[in-house]
């Protein structure tokens, strides 16, 4: 699926040099949390409310903490884990780890450092789970469901439970 990149970016990616940042935003999510864990990857700014280095995208405070992300590598066998680890610098992330009950929802977004409100691209709708932590990072599986893998049709169509067809 074809991605719609701003001008900026498709010039900052096809420049032999640039000055423009890629700036990636984590939010993490889940129904027990009272509000988002949110992370970015570049120490832009001084974030008004949280008095710390980060990035206002949007009108949300992404703290900066230092992560990675490892990627799938892509194969036919339908499961696609990525990882994701985090500095433990702040402790209000293994607070809110421990509080969740199930798997907890992760969306990924990149913006430019010179448009930080301008999402270039934002995948959503990933799981994080199995997450351990300890005194230096928090980490976790990354995945998607994948419903094309699922049997399809549920049932089968036997002469007893679809007469009608036979």
Known sequence: MPRNLSNAAKQALYAQQT?????????????????????????KEVLPD????????????????????????????????????IDNISREIVAAVRQATSALSITIEVVLASDVDTLEV????????????????VAGDI?????????FPARRFTPSDFPGVF
């Open 19 to 43: 000055d423009e940042v890629f700036i990636m935003l984590v939010t993490i999510e889940h129904e027990n949390f009272t509000t988002p864990i949110r992370v970015a990857s570049d120490p």
């Open 122 to 137: 934002s995948i959503p709708d990933f799981r994080l789970e199995r997450v351990t932590y300890d005194a230096l990072t």
């Open 50 to 85: 949280a008095g710390v280095r980060g990035v206002v995208s949007r009108g949300n405070e992404f703290v900066f903490l230092p992560f990675t992300i490892n990627l799938p590598m892509q194969d036919d066998s339908g499961v696609a884990r990525a990882s994701i680890s």
């Open 143 to 151: 995945s998607v469901e994948y419903y094309d893998l699922e049997p």
